[in-house]
């Protein structure tokens, strides 16, 4: 498996202000993906992000509000940009191994006022 | 996209009894996987099951993968606190790289 660690581990930001997450694995990987979990609900992928390439966004989910940077096999960040309340979410990044299992970080825990 | 239902939604035993929480398709998936996550972390991989009909052991916690790969179910005995927490199966779409998830069971053991 993998270590993964995510910063912030949780913020609280005001409406229209935006946020990027880190996420930092401690092997390298090609595969790092970024979900939402809103309140009492499970897990939704908002997209992939694969080093050296455009991350791919899931329906409903678009580069404008949640860019993505993945510079190097060990490392990305997600953006919310713009922030409303209903953004207000657990983010997770997961990373993939042995093509088949997907491991995850602990979780940003984002509150919008 | 390929739905995961799960039952029940929620579940709320004593210590020490048994329990089996379901993961239902009307799809056919190449694997489907077990997480656990616990309240302010993210979910923690249990087990991949792979073959239809596949059963597997983790201590008290046995999984079924149905002979069809359409369903899936989560045993465990002898239930204790430790075991609390909002069981999640996921399977991956089509696509092959995105990977769905049931709403979960939410497993409180009370002492």
């Known amino acids: 498996s993998a270590v993964i660690s995510q910063k912030p581990s949780r913020d609280i930001c005001q409406r229209g202000t935006s946020l990027t997450i880190q996420c930092q694995v401690d092997?390298?990987?090609?595969?790092m993906f970024w979900y939402r979990q809103q309140p009492g609900q499970s897990l939704t992928l908002i997209a992939t992000a694969n080093q050296g390439s455009e991350a791919t966004y899931e329906s409903g989910f678009v580069i404008d509000k949640f860019p993505i940077s993945r510079p190097n096999l060990t490392f990305s960040t997600l953006t919310v940009s713009n922030m409303s309340p209903e953004d207000s979410s657990i983010y997770l990044c997961?990373?993939?191994?042995?093509?088949?299992?997907?491991?995850f970080g602990p979780g940003t825990r984002l509150t919008v006022t | 996209t390929q739905l995961l239902e799960q039952s029940p939604q929620f579940l709320s035993i004593q210590e020490g009894e048994n329990l089996t929480v379901y993961c239902n398709s009307s799809?056919?998936?190449?694997?489907l996987q077990w997480y656990r996550q616990e309240p302010g972390e993210g979910p923690v991989l249990l087990v991949t099951v792979v073959t239809g009909g596949e059963v597997k052991k983790l201590k008290r916690l046995t999984f079924q993968f149905g002979d069809a790969r359409k369903d899936s179910s989560l045993h465990i005995t002898a239930a204790q606190p430790g075991d609390t927490g909002l069981y999640l199966c996921?399977?991956?779409?089509?696509?092959?790289?995105?990977?769905?998830f049931g709403k979960g069971t939410s497993l409180l053991v009370t002492p």
């Open positions: 996921a399977g991956y779409s089509n696509s092959g790289y995105a990977l769905n």
């Open positions: 092997s390298q990987v090609t595969m």
């Open positions: 799809s056919v998936f190449s694997s």
């Open positions: 997961s990373v993939e191994f042995r093509g088949n299992e997907q491991y």
